[in-house]
């Protein structure tokens, strides 16, 4: 029951931080905080995954590799948006 409310919570503030830094970015048009906000909805889908897989469906599906995706590919366009930034 608390692992539950702890993946929950951390999808909530993952999104949350997304959200905030897109907001941001339209304010302020930085690159970087684009790059950043892509990589919070990543973690966040994979928060949101990882309740999944370990919450509604916990013997039946393994998801450990397809939650593992959104998060890599989150890292993956903030590793880009640092190296974009730093030509």
Partial sequence: MIA????LLCALTSVACAV???IQHARSK?????WSSWCFI????N?????????????QVDLSLVRTLPALLGLALLLWGFVWEAE
């Fill in 20 to 22: 905030l830094l897109l």
């Fill in 42 to 45: 990543g973690l966040a889908l």
């Fill in 47 to 59: 928060n949101i995954l990882l309740f999944i897989d370990l919450v509604i469906f916990p013997t």
């Fill in 30 to 34: 930085q690159r970087l905080l684009f």
């Fill in 4 to 7: 539950a409310a702890v993946y």
